[in-house]
């Protein structure tokens, strides 16, 4: 059985143990799954593979023809070396399929892609087991994995970087490895006749700026700032941000803090709550939600959460009062805050 540990993955891509068989490429990030898998296709194409190129299935494919994955996979190569077949979106239904393949790939290399598998899916089970079968899982990026993919990147492009600039676009990417890397190739671009990147360039090219209002917003609430929270709502509204939305960013928002406030009263600091919370906020909050953990209880948490509940059910009954119980709404909890 062989079963590798997410870790291990990025340096298996680069050298994998196996010239044929079943390479099973799960998890929760998509992203990475299809980064991973692309790699896989690409080395075993690049090492000889038919002149056709490698063949790719999605789920209709399969549909349609159940029995067309054994066909394709053991479909001479006319030119020698590897046949590659792709399959994408995979389930538990091609494992019939798979199962015969793993036993004897017959010079083929199947790569299967697939979205989070507990360890007892049948898919994962049967290629973890395999002789001729490699499992990769691909979970998102830790704080470490992306700092250190951030670093090589920019650094592979010979571009020059403030020091925030990690720990900014650190705390603003992570959950896909697909628009990370999106990111980081419209920095790359940005940067391509300077060759240098600061902490500005980031917030004005990584930033969701309509994000990063609402957070601004919600954090004056929380804190007692009503003159901030006032503006903040012009802003948001004169941007056409949906009334509704706001009231829903403000109810996770309170959530949030609820769940956080909980974890406080066990003892644990509210820095430590923070940089274990995942998502991770964003650094430049950390000193004003520390404030809030500490401000909010849990009665007037629970007390905050029932009231936007119900403001954001009357916006849906009575759309046209949705501005009027937004500013009603965050104005009374920034009032609870201040005399906290």
């Given amino acids: 059985m062989t079963a590798l540990k997410a870790h291990e993955v990025s340096k298996y891509v680069q050298r994998p143990d196996l010239q044929e068989g079943v390479f099973l490429v799960y998890g929760s990030d998509a ?7 692309q790699k896989l296709v690409r080395r075993f194409s690049e090492d000889g593979s038919d002149g056709d190129g490698p063949i ?27 046949r590659v077949v792709r399959i994408r979106s995979a389930t538990k239904s091609i494992t019939t399929a798979l199962s015969e393949l793993c036993q004897d790939p017959s010079g083929a290399v199947v790569v299967v892609e697939a979205g989070n598998l507990p360890p007892r899916d049948a898919l994962r089970a049967l290629v973890e087991g395999a002789r001729q079968g490699r499992a990769l899982p691909c979970f998102p990026d830790t704080a470490e994995t992306l700092a250190t993919l951030i670093r090589e990147t920019l650094t592979a492009e010979g571009i020059a970087f403030e020091p925030e600039v990690i720990p900014t676009l650190r705390d603003s990417l992570g959950n896909d490895r697909e628009v990370t890397r999106r990111e980081l190739e419209k920095l790359v671009l940005y940067a391509g006749e300077s060759r240098s990147l600061t902490e500005a360039d980031v917030l004005l090219l990584s930033g969701d700026n309509a994000m990063l209002a609402i957070d601004a917003l919600l954090d004056a609430t929380g804190t007692g700032h009503s003159e901030q929270v006032e503006r ?7 941007a056409a941000t949906d009334p509704q939305r706001l009231l829903i960013q403000a109810m996770s928002h309170f959530s949030t803090l609820r769940r956080w406030r909980a974890a406080y009263e066990t003892g644990r600091p509210a820095r430590e709550i ?44 009575k759309p046209l009062l949705a501005e009027t119980l937004v500013r009603r709404t965050l104005l009374s909890l920034c009032m609870t805050a201040a005399t906290n």
């Fill in 274 to 317: 923070l940089q274990s919370a995942r998502p991770r906020p964003h650094f430049s909050r950390t000193s004003s939600l520390e404030q809030q953990i500490r401000l909010w209880d849990e009665p007037s948490l629970s007390s905050a959460c029932n009231r936007l509940l119900k403001a954001t059910e009357d916006s849906r009954r």
């Fill in 31 to 37: 992203g990475l799954v299809r980064e991973y898998a």
């Fill in 56 to 82: 790719t299935l999605d789920p209709s494919d399969i549909d349609a023809d159940p029995g067309r994955i054994l066909v394709e996979a053991r479909t001479p190569s006319l030119f020698g070396g590897h």
């Fill in 232 to 238: 903040g709502i012009n802003r948001a509204l004169s």
